[in-house]
C-alpha cells in the first residue's frame, strides 16, 4: 500500500488549453474524491466515485471540467479552455468505504498563464 | 454562511506550548469527524478521526466533539517547530460528502 498517487505533480500551461490529471488511488478503496484547493481555503469537493460511477458533481465543477474512472480503478480530471482561475492545487482522495474516512494524494498543482 | 468555520489564524506559540485549535459547525448531519495536518505545498494528512462526542487521544494530539454545541477541538501537547503547519477540520455526513473548514495556519517558534 502506497498511499494515494497524483501525476504530475506541476503542470504549467497557456491560457485555452486542454490538460489532464492522473490519480491512482489506495488499491481496494472503492470511493475516490476530487478537489481543488486555492491559497488559504480548504479543498473544495469537486466530484466523486463509487467504483466506476460517479455519484456526484459540484456546482463548481463546469463544463469545461470532466472527470472519469473507467475501470474503478484510476481517475483522470480533464480540464478543457483553461482559463487562469483554474489555477489551483488539484487534490484526490480515496476511501474505502461511505463510513470510513478518506486519504489525500499529493496534489497536481496547476498554473494557468 | 458557510457550514464549517474555522479561524485562518495565524496562531503563533513558543515550543512546548500547547496548541488549541477549533472548528464549529451549521449541520446537524454532520457525523463523522477529522483533523488534518498540511503542510505547505503538500497533500492534507490525516490526523484524528472521530465519530462520537467526547475526547480521543492519539499522542500528544488530543481531538474533542461536541456535537451538542456543533463545536470541534485540536489539541496538540509539548508543540514542535515541526507542528508548524496548516490544521484543516473535515466533516462528513453519513452519505459520505465531506466539507472542510478553511484551515487554520500554526506557527510554532523555537
Known amino acids: 500500500d502506497t498511499g494515494v498517487s497524483q501525476n504530475p505533480r506541476h503542470k504549467i500551461t497557456k491560457r485555452g488549453q486542454n490538460v489532464t490529471f492522473r490519480c491512482d488511488p489506495i488499491s481496494e478503496h472503492n470511493r475516490l474524491y476530487w478537489y481543488r484547493q486555492t491559497l488559504g481555503q480548504g479543498p473544495e469537493f469537486l466530484t466523486y466515485?463509487?467504483?466506476?460511477?460517479?455519484?456526484?458533481k459540484s456546482r463548481l465543477l463546469s463544463d469545461r471540467f470532466s472527470a472519469e474512472r473507467p475501470k474503478g480503478s484510476f481517475s483522470t480530471l480533464e480540464i478543457q479552455r483553461t482559463e487562469q482561475g483554474d489555477s489551483a492545487m488539484y487534490l484526490c482522495?480515496?476511501?474505502?468505504?461511505?463510513?470510513?474516512?478518506?486519504?489525500f494524494g499529493p496534489g497536481t498543482r496547476l498554473l494557468v498563464l | 454562511q458557510k457550514e464549517v468555520e474555522q479561524d485562518p489564524g495565524p496562531l503563533s506559540v513558543p515550543e512546548g506550548a500547547i496548541v488549541s485549535l477549533n472548528c464549529t459547525y451549521s449541520?446537524?448531519?454532520?457525523?463523522?469527524f477529522m483533523w488534518y495536518r498540511q503542510y505547505s505545498r503538500k497533500g492534507p494528512e490525516l490526523l484524528m478521526y472521530t465519530y462520537s462526542s467526547g475526547n480521543k487521544e492519539d499522542g500528544r494530539f488530543t481531538a474533542q466533539v461536541d456535537k451538542s454545541s456543533k463545536y470541534i477541538s485540536l489539541f496538540i501537547r509539548d508543540s514542535q517547530p515541526s507542528d508548524s503547519a496548516t490544521y484543516l477540520c473535515?466533516?462528513?455526513?453519513?452519505?459520505?460528502?465531506?466539507?472542510f473548514g478553511a484551515g487554520t495556519q500554526v506557527v510554532v517558534t523555537p
Open positions: 449541520n446537524s448531519a454532520f457525523q463523522y
Open positions: 466515485f463509487q467504483n466506476e460511477a460517479q455519484l456526484e
Open positions: 473535515a466533516m462528513k455526513d453519513s452519505w459520505g460528502k465531506f466539507q
Open positions: 482522495a480515496s476511501s474505502r468505504t461511505v463510513q470510513e474516512t478518506q486519504y
